[in-house]
């Protein structure tokens, strides 16, 4: 008997890009973030999002199925680094897999400070796999309208 399936050229689409990006995220990262090796590889990429308020920079992170102490954040040379592990499942040998999509493995996200962050203030939080970093913006001179007298 045929099946009808309807065709979806967004969810073709999204797989596609889904692909590219397991595909790219395998390569090394960006040149020498800081930590002074050049190329830095890593088995997946965490996302982050980051938003700015009127006194910090905050970074959340989404880091399920990994523990406290299986991450690990710096500030270095003007650079905000979030890296760690996520341990790969101990595979049943009577169980077959029909897709495994998540990733598993080393991570390094790196981000270069605003000129207007304080790096020697940050802190971090990490509650049911979100990692939040909040990074605080240095006080400012605020500037003021000086009227010039011209002679």
């Given at each position: 008997m045929n099946t009808v399936t309807t065709w979806n050229p967004f969810r073709e689409l999204d797989e596609a890009q889904s692909?590219?990006?397991?595909?790219?995220?395998?390569?090394?990262?960006?040149m020498g973030?800081?930590?002074?090796?050049g190329l830095t590889g890593t088995d997946w990429s965490p996302l982050v999002d980051i938003t700015e308020g009127d006194h910090e920079y905050l970074f959340i992170a989404d880091l399920p199925e990994i523990r406290k102490d299986e991450v690990k954040v710096t500030v270095e040379?003007?650079?905000l680094s979030i890296f760690g592990e996520r341990k790969t499942e101990k595979k049943e040998k009577k169980r077959k897999f029909h897709r495994v999509e998540r990733s598993y493995g080393t991570f390094r996200r790196?981000?270069?400070l605003p000129q207007n962050a304080d790096g020697s203030k940050v802190t971090a939080e990490f509650h049911d796999g979100v990692l939040k970093v909040h990074l605080p913006k240095t006080p400012t001179a605020k500037s003021r309208a000086i009227e010039v007298k011209v002679q």
């Open positions: 692909r590219i990006t397991r595909f790219l995220g395998g390569f090394p990262t960006r973030e800081g930590n002074g090796h040379n003007d650079i790196s981000f270069t």
